[in-house]
């Protein structure tokens, strides 16, 4: 019998636990020609030259009119501008979006107007406890009158108006102010303005909710409070929002199977600032970030800020890999997710009376004594079973999802997967679980039972041992003892490294040092000896130049290989699958596992993300359009965590509706509760930014620092913009880039954290000027901390100057310096500190973040 005879079952699978959002580009139209060519493109203008947008005779502004009259100077076939243009943006911004080719776009993107044009990317969409956990108390009826002030502007997948969350009952009318529309939308006195946005049209469309996620988010900022609410069970309470009296404006840019458009996304920032949303939440993203004007809605953001609108936004769920921010300008709020106190686990009772312990939204009932089914094929996609798993228990490998409906296709009555994220609790198609797979020995082996016998490892040096490894983050699989098998499977698991080949000759190869692997013979007989390869550190964020320590596994749950799952149950290969439960997390806030971290690649001097909020197992409000079929749901996401910081905005703007976004920005960030606690000692301020969300404390800071346009505009200067792109920009023709348009540093932003990028090893002095506005009592006197982490203690020094800050008036300011010296961490490596002003009745708590350069 040959080698692949004998080797009845052989699987090797290994996950590097990381997700990315796709990011594509929307498709071009045209069936021939050069229009197959062409694709959807922003064209951005900057400053909107009036706000006068009244049709001419023939139906069009003067806007339209000018933006018809730029492309018609590019196109030289026999369309027109009106044919190609998309959409313009003429309320609150200037530019449009249009069917262009990459010839026409270049040729635009050289005239004298035009700040950049760039393709229309389609990005992706990214509670009954959380507000409890964040000490938001239920808002007093004498409250709600001033939320009712406040309307937030959500761009997202639509809403369900029918949800209890959007009762308008004791609602009076809009605000005066309001200039919104409903568009083939019935709105109420809670939900006041409802838009839906698809490659530029509007017609037609209907903002209604068909995925859910748009009213979770929308019922997670502003929700009411809706008692008794739960999934099936699980997480039984009251489900509310931050500001359950303030107004929604709803504009849906995200459709099922089509992404967010951005063409979409600055229609709905155009229309949103123009009918006087206070604040946007922005739960979409893509898999890192872009330039500043080349985003839509860093563009967007950038109007809004101009207006006095805040605009929150998701970091992304991109999760460990540096630099995967995605929304990082500095006059947007970025927002990472972290847990709250509760979590959904799930127990497997093995035949031999050992228990494991998962996490999974499982509202089934228990399944007593089911057996355990190993994939003859090693996989659960739907083509690789067959009927032989009906009503038992299938185990499955790490895979990209097609392998999750597998077992239920095949009629079996239960399933247990490796967790992508340790930390989230998913619904699964079938009763199951989620096995926290110890990522340090991420290999699953599936054998018959009689057939697995353990042999004791060996070495290195064993002349049978053949492998290739990149940066800790390959395996190989091989028939090595038997050269008949001919060929090897080389499994790369990080997108960015070299491409190698996908077939190995039987040519022994160099091996890495022995302690980065341990070699564990499953052998059918002594003839064959296939070896599964146990790299011992797998997962590499590139926060360092080595592979760095596994996420921590979720408290109350336990670790364990396939390995020694499949072998523990050998004696008794039957289960016990029980109901869920929901139980109280005591380590928490933990930064979650998918949060993208940072640090900031577009400006390295501003640290992203922001802050943290609850984004994982979040129940709110959702569609009975969607899937599943129910009124609340519990998903996970930064997409959950960016509603919280967007109600928190909401319910600040609500005690104080004069002050700008940067005020709003700087009272959540430096009123947050502190994330540097032992469950997160693997991740720094680069993962969950100042800390978490602390919306209480956040509306009475004490001290905040405040940014104009002005301000974010010299910091723009620092980056290389020029006077004339930011003349266009602004709308003024006195822009100016003092001492050239490089100078100074985009530190010298007054941002409520400070974070400098130095060159590992060298000794360094990095300066922050900084001014603090006093919002509190006429006559405060403020003192000062400073913090540095114990492994940044005997390296860095920093300075302030004054370090006592004593104010005489409300809306006084006060400047000072923050300077630090010292010799640079290594190559990856971060450094934290903070300074902290405090009286008896405020603490202001500024980061400071020192990191050397790196290969993000």
């Not at 990214?126 to 502007?153: A, C, H, K, M, N």
């Not at 949800?163 to 200039?179: E, Q």
């Not at 009975?624 to 109600?647: F, K, Q, R």
């Not at 909401?650 to 004069?658: E, G, L, P, Q």
């Amino acid at each position: 019998m040959t080698c692949a005879g004998r080797l009845l079952l052989f699987f090797l699978v290994v996950f590097a636990a990381r997700l990315s959002l796709s990011e594509t580009t929307i498709s071009d139209d045209g069936d021939h020609d050069e229009r197959d060519e062409r694709q959807i493109y922003i064209v951005y203008l900057g400053h909107l030259p009036s706000s006068d947008v009244s049709e001419s005779e023939y139906g069009l502004s003067a806007v339209e009119f000018a933006h018809q009259d730029l492309l018609n100077q590019v196109l030289d076939d026999s369309s027109s501008a009106s044919d190609r243009i998309l959409r313009s943006y003429k309320r609150s911004l200037n530019g449009f979006a249009a069917r262009l080719t990459e010839k026409e776009a270049n040729e635009l993107s050289s005239k004298d107007n035009v700040v950049s044009v760039f393709p229309s990317r389609t990005h992706e969409l990214l509670t009954t406890r959380s507000w409890d956990f964040l000490g938001l108390p239920q808002t007093p009826p004498p409250e709600l009158p001033l939320q009712g002030e406040v309307i937030v502007g959500m761009l997202d997948t639509g809403i369900w108006p029918n949800s209890p969350s959007f009762s308008d009952d004791g609602f009076s009318p809009p605000p005066s102010r309001w200039k919104g529309i409903c568009q083939n939308f019935t709105c109420n006195n809670k939900i006041i303005g409802a838009r839906a946005y698809m490659e530029g049209s509007t017609d037609g469309l209907s903002p209604l909710d068909e995925q859910g996620h748009g009213s979770h988010t929308a019922s997670t900022v502003a929700g009411r409070a809706v008692s008794n609410v739960s999934f099936d069970g699980l997480a039984t309470g009251v489900a509310r929002g931050a500001v359950p009296g303030a107004r929604l404006a709803i504009y849906k840019v995200c459709w099922s199977g089509g992404g967010c458009g951005e063409a979409d996304i600055l229609a709905a920032f155009d229309d949103a600032i123009a009918d006087g949303v206070d604040v946007i939440s922005f739960s979409i993203g893509s898999s890192e970030p872009s330039q500043y004007f080349e985003s839509a809605q860093a563009i967007g953001s950038f109007h809004a800020m101009r207006r006095g609108v805040l605009t929150s936004a998701s970091a992304g769920n991109s999760g460990l890999r540096g630099g995967h921010d995605c929304n990082v300008a500095p006059w947007m709020l970025s927002v990472a997710a972290s847990s709250i106190d509760r979590q959904f686990i799930v127990r497997l009772v093995l035949g031999n009376g050992e228990t494991i312990v998962g996490i999974a939204i499982n509202t089934s009932p228990t399944i007593v004594n089911a057996k355990i089914a190993y994939p003859t094929g090693g996989s659960c996609d739907p083509d690789d079973l067959g009927g032989a798993y009906k009503g038992k228990i299938v185990l499955c490998p790490p895979q990209n999802g097609g392998g999750l409906n597998g077992p239920l296709i095949a009629g079996a009555a239960g399933m247990v997967i490796v967790a992508r994220s340790p930390d989230v609790a998913s619904k699964l198609p079938l009763p199951g679980l989620t096995e926290l797979e110890d990522r340090t020995e991420l290999s699953f082996v599936f054998l018959p039972s009689s057939q697995l016998r353990h042999v004791e490892p060996r070495t290195a040096a064993d002349p049978a041992a053949a492998f290739v490894t990149y940066s800790c983050l390959c395996a190989l699989l091989s028939c090595l003892s038997d050269l008949r098998c001919g060929v090897a499977l080389l499994y790369l698991l990080a997108p960015n490294l070299p491409p190698a080949p996908k077939l190995l000759g039987p040519h022994p190869v160099q091996p890495p040092p022995v302690d980065a692997l341990t070699f564990l013979p499953l052998m059918e007989d002594a003839a064959v000896a296939p070896y599964l390869i146990i790299f011992s550190n797998l997962i590499h964020p590139r926060f360092d130049a080595h592979c760095s320590s596994p996420p921590a596994k979720a408290p109350g749950t336990t670790r364990s290989t396939w390995s020694s799952l499949v072998k523990r149950s050998i004696s008794n290969p039957v289960a016990t699958l029980e109901r869920g439960e929901t139980t109280v997390n005591p380590q928490v806030p933990v930064a979650a596992s998918f949060s993208s971290p940072g640090p900031n690649l577009i400006t390295p001097g501003i640290l992203k993300p922001d802050l943290s909020a609850p984004g994982i197992n979040i129940l709110a409000s959702w569609s009975p359009l969607a899937s599943p079929e129910a009124l609340y749901n519990i998903i996970s996401g930064t997409s959950m965590s960016c509603p919280h910081a967007s109600g928190a905005a909401a319910y600040v703007k609500s005690f104080h509706h004069d002050w700008s976004p940067a005020m709003i920005m700087s009272a959540l960030i430096t009123s947050v509760t502190l994330m540097n606690t032992p469950g997160n000692s693997n991740t720094t301020s680069f993962k969950y930014g100042a800390g978490q969300l602390n919306p209480v404390k956040a509306h009475d800071p004490g001290l905040v620092y405040d940014a104009s346009e002005s301000d974010y505009v010299a910091m723009l200067c620092t980056q290389g913009y020029n006077a004339t792109q930011l003349g266009l920009i602004t709308g003024s023709n006195t822009t100016v880039c003092p001492g050239g348009s490089t100078a100074g540093s985009p530190s010298d932003l007054n941002y409520p954290t400070m974070a400098a990028r130095v060159e590992p090893g060298k000794n360094f002095t990095v300066s922050f000027p900084r001014t603090v506005t006093n919002v509190r009592a006429a006559s405060d006197t403020y003192d000062l901390k400073i913090i540095i982490a114990i492994e940044a203690s005997k390296d860095i020094a920093i300075d302030v100057s004054p370090s006592k800050l004593e104010f005489s008036a409300q809306n006084q300011k006060i400047s000072f310096t923050v300077t630090v010296s010292g010799v640079a961490p290594l190559d990856g490596q971060v450094y934290s500190a903070a300074i902290v002003w405090y009286n008896d009745e405020h603490e202001v708590r500024s980061p400071v973040v020192v990191y050397a350069s790196a290969d993000w």
